[in-house]
């Protein structure tokens, strides 16, 4: 099974949920631990002690140019929807030329395919790293994207091609809605929303429904710090019909703990069996029991 946690904002304490439920289920079932959040990785923090065994560069494929196949037809201009080619013909005796911005590049391919004389192939460009490795009995992936690099969904899908279906797998999503958080959560089988009882709490978790909606991935609520803000975030629950997994209540101890990179069930072993039932809780939703 494959569970995404995410947020539509961060701050919610997603990673304080990810990684403690992973420590918690650890002790039944072999688990993975899958950090998505290439811009700023943080659940290695919470994995002490954590031994990185492997590490391989993370690259997206873009465009190279043969000049002497080149007849600067603009077909590649023309298919990149994302302007990361430019075409300049020839004229008045000039030669032409052909510009490519790798850092605007999807790697999406397009231009190669579609290029009427083949004078285009693509090359690696690096942009980060995937690192694996253990915390005891959890299997651990992330990636690190490199400072200044624009797009995360190619180190992303690099990251996730190491999932193995055979375990208990447990995404770290990024925070927000955007592209990358889609590439984290797709193909999951189950995704939990971390969210809080506030007013910016409950704008960001209606767009992050919107958005599981629309991938068509089951999905269930925690609230934490569930005893602050105000009742808005149970009452829209309620309304949509989505159910809430758990509460998380606000704890000094647990605030101290994450201030320290130390997991709740760390600081508070009563919070594994809370974990475990989350766990129950979304195989019944997924096996149809809990109706």
């Given at each position: 099974?494959?569970?995404?946690?995410?947020?539509?904002?961060?701050?919610?304490?997603?990673?304080?949920?990810?990684?403690s439920f992973a420590l918690s289920l650890a002790l039944d079932?072999?688990?993975?631990?899958?950090?998505?959040?290439?811009?700023?990785?943080?659940?290695?923090?919470?994995?002490?002690?954590?031994?990185?065994?492997?590490?391989?560069?993370?690259?997206?494929?873009?465009?190279?140019?043969?000049?002497?196949?080149?007849?600067?037809?603009?077909?590649?201009?023309?298919?990149?929807?994302?302007?990361?080619?430019?075409?300049v013909g020839p004229k008045d005796g000039r030669k032409g030329?052909?510009?490519?911005?790798?850092?605007?590049?999807?790697?999406?391919?397009?231009?190669?395919?579609?290029?009427?004389?083949?004078?285009?192939?693509?090359?690696?460009?690096?942009?980060?790293?995937?690192?694996?490795?253990?915390?005891?009995?959890?299997?651990?992936?992330?990636?690190?994207?490199?400072?200044?690099?624009?797009?995360?969904?190619?180190?992303?899908?690099?990251?996730?091609?190491?999932?193995?279906?055979?375990?208990?797998?447990?995404?770290?999503?990024?925070?927000?809605?955007?592209?990358?958080?889609?590439?984290?959560?797709?193909?999951?089988?189950?995704?939990?929303?971390?969210?809080?009882?506030?007013?910016?709490?409950?704008?960001?978790?209606?767009?992050?429904?919107?958005?599981?909606?629309?991938?068509?991935?089951?999905?269930?609520?925690?609230?934490?710090?569930?005893?602050?803000?105000?009742?808005?975030?149970?009452?829209?629950?309620?309304?949509?019909?989505?159910?809430?997994?758990?509460?998380?209540?606000?704890?000094?101890?647990?605030?101290?703990?994450?201030?320290?990179?130390?997991?709740?069930?760390?600081?508070?072993?009563?919070?594994k069996n809370h974990f475990k039932q989350l766990y129950e809780?979304?195989?019944?939703?997924?096996?149809?029991?809990?109706?």
């Amino acid at each position: 099974m494959v569970i995404a946690v995410a947020s539509g904002k961060g701050g919610t304490g997603k990673t304080t949920i990810a990684t403690s439920f992973a420590l918690s289920l650890a002790l039944d079932r072999d688990i993975q631990l899958v950090d998505c959040d290439v811009e700023e990785p943080n659940a290695h923090l919470f994995l002490d002690p954590l031994v990185i065994e492997k590490t391989s560069k993370g690259f997206i494929p873009v465009p190279q140019i043969d000049q002497s196949k080149c007849n600067y037809c603009g077909k590649c201009s023309k298919v990149c929807a994302y302007n990361a080619i430019a075409v300049v013909g020839p004229k008045d005796g000039r030669k032409g030329s052909i510009l490519v911005f790798e850092q605007l590049c999807h790697g999406c391919g397009a231009c190669s395919f579609l290029c009427p004389r083949g004078a285009i192939k693509e090359v690696n460009r690096e942009i980060g790293a995937v690192e694996s490795g253990w915390s005891g009995p959890i299997q651990f992936i992330h990636g690190r994207l490199n400072i200044g690099e624009a797009m995360a969904p190619p180190l992303i899908r690099q990251v996730k091609e190491n999932i193995d279906p055979s375990k208990t797998v447990i995404i770290d999503a990024p925070p927000g809605t955007s592209c990358p958080v889609v590439t984290s959560v797709e193909k999951s089988d189950f995704c939990i929303l971390v969210t809080e009882p506030t007013p910016f709490g409950l704008n960001d978790l209606i767009l992050a429904v919107e958005v599981l909606r629309k991938l068509k991935i089951p999905f269930g609520v925690v609230l934490n710090r569930s005893d602050l803000g105000n009742e808005d975030t149970e009452k829209y629950c309620v309304q949509e019909n989505i159910s809430i997994l758990m509460r998380v209540p606000f704890d000094e101890k647990v605030a101290k703990s994450y201030s320290k990179g130390i997991p709740i069930v760390r600081a508070l072993p009563e919070f594994k069996n809370h974990f475990k039932q989350l766990y129950e809780k979304i195989d019944n939703i997924l096996t149809g029991k809990d109706r």
